[in-house]
């Protein structure tokens, strides 16, 4: 089993996606925790170069190629050999956050072509989630909680992973929006979760959507 957590910065995608790990090692599953960009060595490399540093370090286009290189290190080293063990994958971005950062939710114009996007994605990942889960909050709130987390990491030293945080709040309202429109675009496969209120309170409602996929979880040690 496959689930992303997808959605804009601030959402509590670490979080949730933590207590529902833990809820599924409580049930007796094997669960692997992970993340994108990131999963894999040479995929946390590529982190750095594209989280860290101003805004317009890279264009769209640019962007798009390094996640399907982090991407293609992640899937061959982390996800498919967890997969065909039986594990539960747990990812904290996947392709969706491409579609939506380097296509959809830049300036008309700016975003990389969606067919291109498309096209990559078939070449060189082929692989869908099998539920992802979309994280929404008011874009406003959630930039608040991304700047407050980015004040803790000490982001005026330059090595806090704030780039796309200083894109701005239009930026991130083109982001929601983008979600919005995957959901709608792919209602078989995602959720859109409200993601106000306490923890606890969200993490009911992932476990609601992802009962149906993941029945181990109406045990009440889960």
């Given at each position: 089993m496959f689930i992303s957590f997808e959605g804009g910065d601030g959402g509590g995608k670490t979080t949730q996606l933590r207590l529902l790990a833990d809820a599924l090692r409580g049930a007796g599953r094997e669960v692997v925790a992970t993340r994108e960009p990131g999963g894999a060595p040479g995929a946390e490399e590529i982190r750095r170069l594209v989280l860290e540093g101003a805004p317009g370090r890279w264009s769209a286009v640019s962007e798009l190629?390094?996640?399907?290189?982090?991407?293609?290190?992640?899937?061959?080293?982390?996800?498919?050999?967890?997969?065909?063990?039986?594990?539960?994958?747990?990812?904290?971005?996947?392709?969706?956050?491409?579609?939506?950062?380097?296509?959809?939710?830049?300036?008309?114009?700016?975003?990389?072509?969606?067919?291109?996007?498309?096209?990559?994605?078939?070449?060189?990942?082929?692989?869908?989630?099998?539920?992802?889960?979309?994280?929404?909050?008011?874009?406003?709130?959630?930039?608040?909680?991304?700047?407050?987390?980015?004040?803790?990491?000490?982001?005026?030293?330059?090595?806090?992973?704030?780039?796309?945080?200083?894109?701005?709040?239009?930026?991130?309202?083109?982001?929601?929006?983008?979600?919005?429109a995957l959901a709608a675009a792919h209602p078989a496969r995602c959720r859109l979760v409200d993601a106000s209120g306490a923890p606890e309170e969200v993490q009911g409602r992932i476990r609601a959507a992802a009962l149906p996929l993941l029945p181990e979880l109406s045990r009440e040690d889960a």
């Open positions: 190629l390094l996640f399907n290189a982090a991407r293609r290190e992640h899937l061959e080293r982390t996800i498919r050999p967890a997969l065909a063990r039986g594990a539960v994958v747990l990812c904290d971005r996947f392709a969706d956050s491409t579609r939506v950062y380097q296509g959809l939710g830049r300036d008309s114009g700016e975003g990389a072509p969606p067919e291109m996007v498309e096209a990559l994605h078939a070449l060189v990942i082929g692989l869908e989630p099998d539920l992802t889960l979309i994280l929404e909050l008011p874009p406003e709130e959630a930039l608040a909680r991304a700047e407050a987390r980015m004040a803790g990491a000490s982001a005026a030293q330059g090595g806090a992973e704030s780039r796309f945080e200083r894109f701005g709040a239009d930026f991130q309202s083109r982001v929601r929006d983008g979600f919005r």
